[in-house]
């Protein structure tokens, strides 16, 4: 939301200079650039994070500056007022309202929806999810990248209260429960993946940064089934 927050702020600014064009003065972009860059030096004071060079360019403007005064107060008003909305929006970003809008993308696609958990990739529960993937228990070989299956089984074995005291149980008792699973790549850090468990439908979607990292489950949706033509990851 911050990065929104200043674009809108630069195109506001950049609006105002073509309604009131400013005075010829020297050097005047250079100078306001760097009144704005002033105003985001802060200094600490105890528990208080104060913007200290913000208070310094209105100095240096009252004091020191002859032409475009008012043009330049307006480029520190929208840096107060930057600030200010910093203190009350959540942190989104871009990337954040990207993957607001693709989540509520995967919801519309069912026909009514259970829950819906979202999963920070740093969160510690990824660590307990991840904790069984190269097991010995887990025997014979397999590629790193098919290691998405026993995160998505661990997270509904433990959502469901079943117990799991080592990664052999994974496969116990994820089979022993009458399970139907399918799987598609959405793109090289992305997995899909549809399970029915026990009667309960999940929707879930892994990813990782790096090709050489886990996977992180990031999105599970419990569902009542998909509406119909809306399936476009499982072509069934």
Do not use: C
């Amino acid at each position: 939301m911050y990065d929104l927050i200043i674009i809108t702020v630069g195109v506001l600014y950049l609006g105002v200079l073509l309604v009131k064009r400013p005075e010829e003065e020297r050097f005047f972009w250079l100078k306001v650039v760097g009144l704005v860059l002033l105003s985001f030096v802060f200094f600490d004071f105890g528990p208080l994070h104060m913007p200290l060079g913000l208070f310094i360019a209105f100095w240096i403007v009252k004091r020191k500056s002859e032409r475009n005064r008012s043009l330049k107060y307006l480029a520190l008003f929208f840096v107060l007022v930057y600030f200010v909305l910093t203190l009350f929006l959540p942190s989104y970003s871009l990337t954040g309202v990207e993957e607001e809008r693709q989540k509520q993308e995967y919801i519309g696609m069912f026909t009514s929806v259970e829950s819906v958990t979202t999963i920070p990739p740093d969160a510690a529960l990824q660590k307990e999810l991840q904790k069984h993937l190269r097991s010995p228990a887990l025997g014979g070989d397999y590629h790193p990248d098919l290691t998405y299956a026993p995160i998505l089984r661990t997270w509904i074995l433990r959502e469901n209260g079943i117990p799991i005291e080592d990664s052999a149980q994974i496969y116990e008792k994820w089979w022993e429960s009458g399970v139907a699973e399918s799987y598609t790549s959405k793109d090289d850090h992305t997995q899909i993946l549809q399970v029915d468990f026990r009667n309960k439908h999940y929707f879930a979607v892994l990813e990782k940064k790096n090709i050489n990292e886990p996977y992180h489950l990031v999105l599970v949706i419990r569902h009542n089934g998909f509406r119909p033509g809306a399936a476009p990851y499982f072509p069934w």
